[in-house]
C-alpha cells in the first residue's frame, strides 16, 4: 500500500519513512503542503500520514481538506502534539480516518495501516 508522509521536520519524516518501509509500506514523503499535494497526483497514494503542523496548524488543515477534496478514497490520518480535540469534527464527518499524538503512538499507527492495507491487498 502507498503512504503518503507529510512533515516539514526532516528528522520525523526519515524514521516514519524508515519504519513504514520496513514493514512493507511503500512510502512517498513530503517536507510542505504543496509538496505533499503533487506527489498525491502523481503517485494516487491510498493513505496519507500527515503531521497537523506542517509548519502551521493552518497548512496541516489545508492539506488534510485538500486531500480529501481531491482524492475522496484516501485514507487520513492526522499526527499531533496537540490537543486532538480540536481535530474532533474532522473524525465525526469521517474526513480523517484517525488522530495519534505523535510520539507515543507509533504501534497504534502501524496497527491501523496494517489493517488498512489488507483491504487492499
Given at each position: 500500500m502507498k503512504v503518503l508522509l507529510a512533515d516539514d521536520e526532516p528528522d520525523q519524516l526519515i524514521l516514519r519513512t524508515m519504519l513504514l518501509e520496513n514493514c512493507g509500506f511503500e512510502t512517498i514523503a513530503a517536507d510542505t503542503c504543496e509538496?505533499?499535494?503533487d506527489l498525491a497526483i502523481?503517485?494516487?497514494?491510498q493513505c496519507a500520514v500527515i503531521d497537523?503542523?506542517?509548519p502551521t496548524?493552518?497548512?496541516?488543515?489545508t492539506l488534510i481538506?485538500?486531500?480529501h477534496s481531491d482524492h475522496p478514497d484516501i485514507s487520513i490520518f492526522v499526527l499531533t502534539g496537540g490537543r486532538q480535540s480540536q481535530l474532533a469534527g474532522l473524525l465525526e464527518s469521517g474526513v480523517v480516518k484517525d488522530v495519534f499524538?505523535?510520539?507515543a503512538s507509533a504501534?497504534?499507527?502501524l496497527g491501523?495501516?496494517?489493517a488498512l492495507a489488507q483491504g487492499y491487498g
Open positions: 509538496r505533499a499535494l502523481e503517485h494516487h497514494p497537523l503542523r506542517l496548524e493552518n497548512d496541516g488543515l481538506s485538500r486531500l499524538r505523535k510520539g504501534p497504534e499507527l491501523k495501516l496494517k
